[in-house]
């Protein structure tokens, strides 16, 4: 059984910056793709950003530049950094990592953005 655990949220005022980390329980190459989603409140899940096999990258559009997702083999982990936080980026981020047309899901790990 595929297991993500996800840590390195928390409360940060506007214009901080956090490394959500999510750590596979599994080779995360076994993975088609990896990334990151995050569901505000009352609102719908959302991609944020994704890596694939290749290391191909991609971003929601307006988190481009301020989100970097990245990969580490050995430690069987992916990253995402979040530069100069915004009261919107308020959320809990979830790490997904996808085989076929399977999606595993961590538990999330709540971002809360506000002075």
């Not at 910056?17 to 599994?26: D, F, N, Y």
């Not at 308020?90 to 790490?95: D, E, G």
């Not at 961590?106 to 809360?112: E, F, H």
Request: hydrophobic share 35%; net charge neutral.
């Amino acid at each position: 059984q595929v297991q993500l655990v996800e840590s390195g949220g928390g409360l940060v005022q506007p214009g901080g910056s956090l490394r959500l980390t999510c750590a596979a329980s599994e080779n995360i190459f076994m993975f088609n793709t990896m990334g990151w989603y995050r569901q505000a409140p009352g609102k719908e899940r959302e991609l944020v950003a994704t890596i694939n096999l290749s290391g191909l990258t991609h971003y929601k559009d307006n988190v481009q530049g301020r989100f970097t997702i990245s990969r580490d083999g050995a430690k069987k982990t992916i990253y995402l950094q979040i530069l100069d936080l915004e009261p919107e980026d308020t959320a809990v981020y979830y790490c997904c990592a996808t085989v076929l047309s399977k999606y595993y899901w961590g538990q999330g790990t709540q971002v809360t953005v506000s002075s």
